[in-house]
């Protein structure tokens, strides 16, 4: 396995001096599905902000084994521009990339492709419901064929059944792309349906606490989300989880 | 609110308008009320068709300085904003200066500006005084939206290497075009306020607009021509609101929630 980005004795000061983060080290393995897991304030949108470049080290530095990769990101808000077209908020990396307009229009409309978004190019993002909004913000994202992504709780303000169907569909691209993903979210549920690792965190501050490695099939459908397998692995997930929170209090 | 048919909901004004007209008429006639008190709306309608070529000639002077003014106003506060949207130092340094160009009274102002330019120039006067006026809410409405954009959008622009040009052009000016477009519905009813008082200031003579056919017929006690160049003024005001008001519309329609119209 090859690291794709490590984070070493990485802290985050807020500006009133407390300390928001860390000391954590972690490493992003090429490939894998990691997953942030932690109540609210653990630092976990933190850290992905950090490796994402949004947010600077207070202390600690961040690593790119490899040379830095070409970065995703998609944010719990789908983050759209609302004066412009699916087709036209999807092209923006491309845009921002300098990549010839016909061609990034192709490229768009294949990634929304992808996302079961074909025919809603021409549509104004508020026209589609939250859930089509958040399939779009993922289009953008892998439009621009990146190497990492990072997702900042992306489904967390969906129903459960949009929920459902993105994860599985995000798995897909996942798979298909040999995408590395790390995703924040606050579920045990989904977390241990996605990823192929879960760092649990803890807050106060923002603390690794454990980690558990899933040994998940490669396919996972609904199918999967209904096994004694899984609910297994999400009790395993679960107590890690309580025993850190018990821990960290 | 009770829901109206499209056409109704437009008529309803103006048959009220008419009644009140026949209203005033029938009133004027009755009680025989001097025409240099209140003239009937027969009398005003012939005041401004006698003097239709010189009353479209202020309306054409108060006009045209008001769309340059508003317009001057428009490119000016956008470009300003765009400024402090880049630098806070800039907008540190001179917002407390247009707070004050705003909250000083214009009619203090005129006098001063009038006997600066020169009465030899007395439209170059007038231009700056409504531009003073129009020009405010267009830099803070301007400066607040270019603030407003989406931060996490600010990030993804970053994030994708866009430069600060490109952040302003496809992000922050995108963003600010609603607040732009409700500043300029504001601006252009006070540039043609700003218009009127510096005619007023300008006093006898050297202006032409249709303030000065207001105070020239006061002067004269023809009531019926006051009303007629005062029912001009009203239109010009309306017909820049409603054109300021299409243009929002046009704009924003298509992707901002307030233009959109309820389905209910």
Redesign the interface.
């Known amino acids: 396995m090859t690291t794709i980005a490590s984070l070493r004795n990485v802290e985050r000061v807020f500006t009133n001096g407390v300390k928001a983060l860390g000391p954590i080290d972690l490493a992003v393995e090429k490939g894998e599905f990691l997953s942030l897991l932690g109540p609210s304030g653990c630092g976990k949108s933190t850290t992905l902000r950090i490796i994402a470049g949004l947010l600077s080290p207070s202390a600690g530095t961040l690593i790119w084994p490899e040379g830095k990769p070409r970065v995703g990101f998609v944010f719990q808000d789908p983050t759209l521009m609302p004066w412009a077209i699916v087709r036209d908020n999807v092209r923006l990396p491309l845009d921002l990339a300098g990549v010839p307009r016909a061609e990034g229009n192709a490229r768009a409309e294949a990634a929304l492709a992808r996302v079961g978004l074909t025919g809603f190019s021409e549509i104004f993002p508020r026209a589609l419901s939250g859930g089509m909004r958040m399939r779009v913000s993922i289009a953008r994202a892998v439009a621009a064929k990146p190497q990492l992504l990072l997702m900042d709780e992306p489904f967390a303000a969906l129903d459960e059944i949009s929920r459902d169907a993105l994860n599985e569909d995000l798995l897909t691209l996942w798979r298909e792309d040999e995408l590395t993903i790390v995703f924040v979210t606050h579920s045990v549920y989904e977390s241990t349906f996605l990823s192929t690792r879960i760092v649990t965190m803890t807050p106060r501050p923002g603390r690794i606490a454990n980690e558990v490695k899933l040994a998940s099939p490669p396919n996972r459908t609904s199918e999967w989300r209904m096994s004694p397998e899984f609910a297994d692995a999400a009790r395993a997930v679960s107590r890690g989880l309580r025993h850190a929170t018990e821990a960290a209090a | 609110m009770i829901h109206l048919p499209r056409i109704l909901r437009m008529l309803l004004p103006v048959a009220l308008g008419f009644a009140v007209l026949i209203l005033w008429e029938a009133l004027v006639a009755a009680y025989r009320i001097p025409r240099f008190v209140l003239p009937a709306p027969s009398a005003i309608w012939q005041a401004l068709l006698d003097d239709f070529p010189s009353l479209m000639a202020s309306l054409w002077t108060t006009l045209r300085i008001t769309l340059l003014a508003f317009a001057l106003a428009v490119i000016s506060g956008v470009a300003l904003a765009v400024l402090f949207s880049q630098s806070r130092i800039v907008e540190m340094t001179l917002y407390p200066y247009a707070v004050i160009l705003q909250v000083t009274p214009i009619v203090a102002i005129a006098p001063l500006i009038i006997i600066w330019v020169g009465f030899e120039r007395i439209n170059l006067a007038l231009l700056i005084l409504a531009w003073i006026v129009a020009f405010f809410p267009i830099l803070s409405t301007t400066t607040l939206g270019l603030r407003s954009a989406?931060h996490?959008?600010v990030?993804?622009?970053?994030?994708?290497?866009?430069s600060n040009w490109?952040i302003l052009t496809?992000?922050r000016l995108?963003s600010a075009?609603p607040y732009l477009l409700n500043g300029m519905k504001t601006s252009g009813g006070l540039a043609l306020i700003g218009t009127v008082v510096a005619e007023y200031g300008a006093g006898s003579g050297t202006a032409t607009g249709l303030a000065w056919r207001i105070v020239e017929a006061g002067n004269r006690l023809q009531i019926a021509r006051m009303f007629a160049a005062l029912f001009l003024l009203a239109a010009l005001g309306v017909a820049i609101f409603f054109a300021l008001a299409l243009l929002e519309y046009w704009a924003l329609h298509?992707?901002?929630?307030s233009a959109?119209r309820k389905e209910l």
């Open positions: 989406d996490n959008l990030d993804l622009f970053r994030l994708h290497g866009a490109q496809r992000l995108p075009l298509k992707w901002h929630e959109v």
